[in-house]
């Protein structure tokens, strides 16, 4: 079935620093693929989205570029600053579903002053 | 701002003693989804409307019940909470879909559930 793998944290980095969280995926066909961000004590923000391949999502400084040939939706952001410091999860939404979407187990980003 | 909207934030109920959580939404989308979250641990789907159209996920305990009475307006009714059931529950929405077409889910800000 459809699934998705991001890396595992807490990933903890010191402002200003570049952030790489990875994120793979297994779907048939052409899935959409999200991050979402989780503040603390929050419910989930959809971050940035890609709806085909070499797409490339963008806000907030963050990119993401859906990979079909590695399967993959990596989130990066060149400099990252404390108001960062959240839940990251990526999901996929499978091109046939009926109103699924599949998140990651999440990632804890911690940024240090 | 059009958004999706959780009342309460924070709800203590006693063990066995039912409780419901509501959402509403301005977004006047058609799907809307009641999910579960421990410990930032990803939202586990429950269950979700699809229009007046109730899909129940198969491992949803019977505890858990919801009702849409319009297109606005949906709640989760936990009949007899138990301490397991304490988490996060958050609603979220999302447009209709077709072959081809795929909509994100919007969520609001949920509902810390306390069970004592």
């Known amino acids: 079935g459809d699934s998705v793998t991001q890396m595992e944290g807490p990933v903890t980095l010191s402002e200003e620093a570049f952030l790489t969280i990875n994120c793979t995926y297994t779907?048939?066909?052409?899935?959409?693929l999200f991050w979402y961000v989780q503040y603390p004590g929050e419910g989930l923000q959809l971050l940035l989205k890609a709806t085909k391949a070499d797409d490339k999502g963008s806000n907030k400084g963050f990119e993401a570029t859906y990979r079909k040939e590695t399967t993959s939706f990596h989130l990066e952001k060149g400099s990252v600053q404390v108001s960062d410091s959240a839940v990251y999860f990526c999901?996929?939404?499978?091109?046939?579903?009926?109103?699924?979407?599949?998140f990651g187990s999440g990632t804890r980003l911690s940024i240090r002053p | 701002d059009a958004m999706v909207i959780q009342n309460p934030r924070y709800q203590v109920t006693q063990f066995g003693k039912p409780v419901t959580l509501s959402c509403s939404q301005t977004?006047?989308?058609?799907?809307m989804y009641w999910y579960q979250q421990k410990s930032s641990q990803a939202p586990k789907l429950l269950f979700h409307?699809?229009?007046?159209?109730?899909?129940n996920e198969a491992d949803t305990p019977d505890n858990f019940q919801s009702r849409r009475p319009n297109t606005s307006f949906c709640f989760l009714d936990i009949r007899s909470p138990g301490l397991g059931d304490a988490a996060m529950y958050l609603c979220?929405?999302?447009?209709?879909?077709?072959?081809?077409?795929?909509?994100?889910?919007?969520f609001g800000p949920g509902t810390r559930l306390t069970v004592t």
């Open positions: 999901a996929l939404i499978p091109y046939s579903s009926a109103s699924k979407i599949i």
């Open positions: 977004l006047n989308h058609n799907v």
């Open positions: 409307y699809y229009d007046k159209d109730f899909n």
């Open positions: 779907a048939t066909g052409y899935p959409s």
């Open positions: 979220a929405t999302s447009r209709a879909r077709g072959q081809g077409e795929t909509y994100e889910q919007y």
